[in-house]
């Protein structure tokens, strides 16, 4: 008995060798297509991007959130920001920063395509987000600080629904102390100009935002060759300099 | 003279390979909180440590204040992605090499820390010789 299992578990092995082997090239030109179930179109969103200086002004208290699209903030925005303390921000002990901030941190980023869910990686903070294209929902217990992404192809673009984020002081952004909810849902559309990779981001949050606010950015393609450079925060160096902050709170 | 001409200073810099030690913005956080950008500090002493890491450096030198009272410095410099692209290694600023460095003091009393900062030799010649892949596109 035991010897005709071996024997059949041989032969399945080798039978899945064979038709892994096979598969394979069919499966590099399925994920060069991109080909997500029941979809037509897709974009070749894949590459490493540069979204340094070189691609858009470094972020700032007024990028990208400037007079044009600073949000309004509910009553109860308004005084977690008058209360907030820059000492106590979670990235100055390495928390990793999330969207919509993330996107416009001015670092490099990798987007990898597959047929089921497409896989950001950014070089700050050595983030990963998982985007699903295969209508899987998050259950209750799924959140986290990236939230949970579905996504799905529309035309030329690639539109990703993120929610299921936990509450984050600095959830808005690195620069106006405004926080983020349970509540917050962030809304990305990706597409292609020439050789640029755009993107529009909008977030709700009705606990913080009147209404949903939007700012547009592009990415340049990297540098042939480009590999994405290890971000490893290290505790001393992200709260070394709170001691040069005068202090808000005693 | 803002951040951002420091930056596109280094870069042109860079492109001609005399790239004075100019450091790329501090895009994790705000100067401003930190830092007195209506005043500008010079110092000039020597290299006690350099910390590369992220997610900013940071370089720690000796001055001798007028009154000959020694004190230790700390320039906050950008994240070691940004500093590697420009050229920078750990081993780009060794300990007990001679700099002059000016910038933004900081803010909180009786520290010495400095931001957006030129670091150059004590002649004022540069220090680094830095190659960057910031330099085919300025930003729109």
């Known amino acids: 008995m035991s010897t005709t299992i071996s024997r059949r578990f041989a032969v399945a092995a080798a039978c ?11 499966r590099d030109v399925a994920q060069a297509q991109g080909t997500p179930p029941a979809a037509a179109k897709v974009p070749d969103l894949s590459g490493v991007w540069d979204g340094t200086n070189r691609a858009r002004p470094v972020n700032s208290e007024t990028v990208p959130w400037g007079k044009a699209n600073f949000p309004e903030l509910t009553e109860r925005g308004l005084a977690y920001q008058k209360i907030f303390d820059e000492a106590l921000a979670p990235k100055y002990d390495c928390q990793p920063s999330t969207p919509p ?10 987007v990898v395509q597959w047929p089921d869910r497409v896989i950001f990686r950014y070089e700050k903070d050595d983030q990963m987000r998982t985007v699903w294209l295969d209508n899987r929902r998050p259950t209750s217990v799924d959140y986290s600080l990236q939230g949970f992404s579905v996504g799905r192809y529309e035309g030329d673009a690639l539109t990703v629904v993120t929610d299921h984020f936990v509450f984050d002081i600095t959830g808005f952004d690195d620069y106006n102390g405004i926080p983020s909810s349970s509540q ?19 977030v709700e949050d009705p606990m913080f935002l009147k209404k949903p606010a939007s700012y547009t950015t592009r990415w340049l393609p990297a540098p042939k060759g480009y590999h994405l450079i290890l971000w490893d925060c290290d505790p001393e160096a992200s709260r070394a300099m709170v001691k040069f902050l005068p202090p808000k709170y005693k | 003279m803002t951040v951002r ?16 030690a100019t450091v790329p913005a501090l895009a994790h956080h705000s100067s401003a909180p930190f830092y007195d950008s209506s005043r500008t500090v010079e110092a000039q002493g020597t290299i006690t440590k350099f910390l590369y890491r992220n997610p900013h450096a940071f370089l720690f030198f000796e001055a001798t204040e007028p009154n000959g009272q020694k004190v230790e410095w700390q320039i906050e410099l950008g994240g070691i992605a ?28 009786g520290t010495h820390g400095m931001c957006c900062a030129k670091i150059t030799k004590p002649d004022g010649s540069p220090i680094v010789a830095g190659k960057g892949v910031q330099d085919e596109e300025p930003p729109k």
Not at chain 1, 101 to 110: K, Q, T, V
Not at chain 1, 186 to 198: M, N, P, S
Not at chain 2, 5 to 20: P, S
């Open chain 1, 16 to 26: 899945a060798l064979v038709v892994a082997a096979a598969a394979g090239p069919m």
């Open chain 1, 101 to 110: 901030a993330l996107e416009y941190d001015p670092y490099f980023m990798e």
């Open chain 1, 184 to 202: 917050k849902k962030v809304i990305e559309r990706y597409w292609r100009e020439g050789t640029e990779l755009k993107v529009t981001v909008t």
């Open chain 2, 5 to 20: 001409r420091w930056i596109l200073g280094a870069v042109a810099a860079a492109a001609v390979g005399v790239l004075a």
């Open chain 2, 82 to 109: 940004a500093l590697a692209r420009n050229g920078w290694t750990p081993d780009t600023l060794k300990f007990g090499t001679p700099i002059k460095a000016s910038g933004r003091p900081s803010k909180a009393e």
